[in-house]
Structures are given as structure tokens and as C-alpha cells.
């Protein structure tokens, strides 16, 4: 599991060197919300907003849950009483919500997960957790595609795994460059949707080639 962890890339690596830091109090949350609401150039102290600071911290703890899960364990319960099927095994439109790392603002989409079990399944229910374990994390839509790629293929070991994210970012949509409607696709595949695209492609369409002619 640390093997797994360490595996996935450096913002793993880092993840693990934070829980080794001090965790800031609740008081020490709720003061640094007040300093934003300053900061925006409000009053903090007004009674619209005097209990914010504390739904903030509150909120944060739901947004940002994923911290205190570990996905090797989420991915744990496999089955291998499969009937030898040997075909694709796909779940598609999985709610995406997650927060860029840039911005801490919302990055909302939809997750399409594809695998060509080696005689071992996991329940669907525990892939769209191990989205969830991910995106409750601050993040790049770069590194959630990866991340949960890396997961399964390390966890349940199939043939191949497909990872498509769609999915729009509020820091683009609502300030900066101001580009409404505008999605970004990101997509990892590993084993035979690496190497065999027949394989993609078939994965491709089922999900409704995102990122190509969908409408
Ligand atoms: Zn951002």
C-alpha cells in the first residue's frame, strides 16, 4: 500500500510528508476565513456573515474528505467469480466534483471509466468511491485522470484500463480568461487501450467519444 501510494507521483509523495505537519485548528480555519472576507472587502462581523467562517471550515472538511481515505482500500473488495467474462466492463458519466489546486474554486464534470478485467471485478459502486477519494482532494484535472488510472490498474491489475474526464473549470468559466462552455478532456489509458485501439475506440464510443463529436 505505501508501494502504491508513493507510486503515483510526487503530489502523492507530498500528501504524505503534510499529514507529518501540525493540523490547524478549527479556530485557526475560522480566523483565516474572516481574513478572506476582509480581504473581498466585507465586513465579517455583519450578521449575514458572522457564522461563515465556521460553514466554511465545515464545508471544507466535506470538499476536502478525500484526504482521509486511502483508495488502495476503497478498491480492496475484488470478486473473481466472473463467469470468465472477458469483456469491457464500463461506467460512464460519474459526477465529477472537484477543486483546482490554482484557484481552490470548482471543477465540475463527469468521469468515464473503462477495464478489461484478468479475472477479477470490483463492484461499481467502488469505482465511482475511488473518483470521489480523488476529487475530495485539491486538484489538476491532469493528475485526477492519472491518479485514478494508476489506481485500478495497480489495485486490480486487469489488461487495460481507460480513464476519460471531462469537465468544466470555474477559474476559467468565471474569471481570468472568461470562457464559458469551455471543457477540458483529459484521458489516460493504460495495457490494451494503451496498445490496441480497436480496444479505445470501442470505449471511445460507448462513452460517446468525448471530446470529439458529442453533442
Ligand atoms: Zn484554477
Known amino acids: 500500500m505505501d508501494d ?5 507521483g510526487t503530489k502523492e509523495a507530498r500528501i504524505t510528508h503534510l499529514s507529518e505537519r501540525r493540523h490547524p485548528s478549527q479556530s485557526d480555519a475560522e480566523a483565516a476565513v474572516r481574513t478572506l472576507i476582509e480581504w ?8 449575514g ?3 461563515t467562517p465556521k460553514r466554511v471550515a465545515k464545508a471544507y472538511q466535506e470538499f476536502f474528505a478525500g484526504y482521509r481515505e486511502d483508495p488502495a482500500v476503497i478498491l480492496g473488495a475484488t470478486f473473481e467469480e466472473t463467469a470468465d467474462y472477458d469483456g469491457m466492463v464500463v461506467l460512464r458519466d460519474i459526477r465529477l466534483e472537484s477543486h483546482c489546486e490554482h484557484h481552490i474554486v470548482p471543477i465540475l464534470g463527469k468521469v468515464h471509466i473503462a477495464y478489461l478485467p484478468a479475472g477479477r471485478v470490483v463492484g461499481i459502486s467502488k469505482l465511482a468511491r475511488l473518483v470521489e477519494v480523488f476529487a475530495k482532494r485539491l486538484q489538476i484535472q491532469e493528475a485526477l485522470t492519472s491518479q485514478i488510472a494508476d489506481t485500478i490498474q495497480k489495485v486490480l491489475k486487469p489488461k487495460g484500463v481507460g480513464v476519460v474526464i471531462e469537465a468544466a473549470h470555474q477559474c476559467m468559466t468565471t474569471r481570468g480568461i472568461r470562457k464559458p462552455g469551455v471543457s477540458m478532456v483529459t484521458n489516460r489509458m493504460l495495457g490494451t487501450f494503451r496498445d490496441d485501439p480497436a ?7 460507448m462513452i460517446g467519444n468525448a ?5
Open 211 to 215: 471530446g470529439g463529436n458529442r453533442k
Open 4 to 8: 502504491l501510494i508513493g507510486g503515483i
Open 49 to 51: 456573515l458572522r457564522d
Open 40 to 47: 473581498a472587502g466585507d465586513d465579517p462581523d455583519r450578521e
Open 199 to 205: 480496444m479505445r475506440r470501442e470505449f471511445l464510443d
